[in-house]
């Protein structure tokens, strides 16, 4: 059974930082993507950023970029979601998923096939 568990979230004030984790176990696919979405209060869920198992390349949102950045350890069995200069519209429950199906863009929600339970995240300014 495919699990995610996310960790890290909390309160943080504006220009802070915090790390997210994502825990992945119980899958043997050879190529995987996993991704960091995020859905504020009234949003829709989005994309922040993905990290491929096959060459580790990445892809940001343009709200986070040069603010946040992805990595995982070497096996990929934990991804990581550093977040600086954390701003108010940040706030949100933050997941992390994994797909195994391409053809979309990599912020493709639907695309998507097993997801954590969320970690919430509140930027105070």
């Known amino acids: 059974e495919v699990q995610l568990v996310e960790s890290g979230g909390g309160w943080v004030q504006a220009g802070g930082s915090l790390r997210l984790s994502c825990a992945a176990s119980?899958?043997?696919?050879?190529?995987?993507?996993i991704g960091w979405f995020r859905r504020a209060p009234g949003k829709e869920r989005e994309g922040v950023s993905c990290i491929s198992s096959s060459d580790g390349s990445t892809n940001y949102a343009d709200s986070v970029k040069d603010r946040f950045t992805i990595s995982s350890d070497s096996a990929m069995n934990t991804v990581y979601l550093q977040m600086d200069s954390l701003k108010p519209e940040d706030t949100a429950v933050y997941y992390c998923?994994?797909?195994?199906?391409?053809?979309?863009?990599?912020?493709?929600?639907?695309?998507?096939?097993?997801w954590g339970q969320g970690t919430q995240v509140t930027v105070s300014s």
């Open positions: 119980g899958f043997t696919f050879d190529d995987y993507t």
């Open positions: 998923a994994l797909r195994y199906r391409y053809g979309s863009s990599w912020d493709t929600v639907w695309t998507y096939d097993y």
